[in-house]
């Protein structure tokens, strides 16, 4: 069965289908071919259920829900740290209410997170869409005051003198004692049960073999040049592909529900 699968060239994304990449583990009769796109990108295209499995924001799954469910392999979840708000300057709330804050898409997870925050601190922030690996050096010129950060970048804003506002992930910990999900694998929902549930089985496989194989799956995450080392991609991966990724579990899935205010629809793997 021809089958397409869409993902990011972030670190976590390429990690876990590495196996699948690479040919590590047997298919399973899909004829797989990847395409790799930025996050923002595939949120888009997944309006128009263009792939049979696609990597998506959950922040873009209330508009993609009669199109695709989620699969329980493949989640980015993390507890305790996520996305962050830093700056030029040390700033408060107070000075981010006045700011434009560029952020990486209305779609993204990330911004779906911040809104929320801004929210409980009693405003709407303004906002410009900057593409996610230009938004750090974006703020270190000076183009802008302030800016969300998503990725790899989130290593490395120290290193470039930016401040944090807020780690948007310790806020979520903090306000529900959740970890906070930001990106997973969606399958296209016409799919006949079988399959979306053979993928799923399959989706999972990938995951658990590239953590077991972590080195191998680093080296094929740095293979799409995303300016990092390989310890750092090795960090990077260690903290979004874990036991949330295998299957999110109760609180992974509790998480989901309370960040999007709806119940998905998940494909056991």
């Known amino acids: 069965m021809k089958f397409t699968i869409a993902h990011s060239p972030d670190s976590d994304d390429a990690y876990m289908m590495a196996p699948l990449a690479l040919g590590w ?36 799954y209330p508009e993609l829900n009669d199109r695709y469910d989620l699969l329980t392999a493949g989640s980015s979840i993390q507890e305790g740290t996520g996305p962050l708000v830093v700056s030029r300057t040390p700033m408060d709330v107070a000075a981010l209410k006045s700011l434009t804050i560029a952020i990486p898409g209305r779609r993204t997870s990330a911004y779906l997170a911040m809104r929320k925050w801004c929210a409980e601190h009693g405003f709407e922030a303004a906002v410009e869409l900057v593409p996610f690996d230009q938004i750090l050096p974006a703020v270190a010129e000076g183009r802008f005051e302030a800016g969300l950060l998503i990725h790899e970048s989130q290593l490395m804003y120290q290193d470039a003198g930016l401040r944090l506002v807020v780690d948007l992930g310790a806020w979520w910990k903090h306000a529900y004692d959740l970890p906070l999900p930001m990106g997973g694998n969606a399958i296209r929902k016409d799919l006949p049960a079988e399959v979306k549930q053979r993928f799923a089985i399959l989706m999972r496989k990938s995951v658990e073999m590239a953590r077991a194989r972590h080195w191998e799956s680093v080296d094929y995450s740095q293979s799409f040049g995303r300016g990092m080392d390989r310890e750092m991609i090795g960090r990077y991966v260690n903290a979004w592909v874990n036991d949330f990724t295998v299957d999110p579990g109760p609180r992974g899935r509790e998480a989901v529900t309370r960040l999007l205010g709806l119940e998905p629809v998940w494909i056991q793997g």
């Not at 949120?43 to 924001?57: F, G, H």
């Open 25 to 60: 583990l047997d298919p399973e009769g899909f004829d797989i071919t990847f395409v790799r796109k930025d996050i923002e990108t595939l949120n888009a295209e997944a309006v128009e259920a263009r792939y049979d499995v696609t990597a998506i924001s959950f922040g873009a």
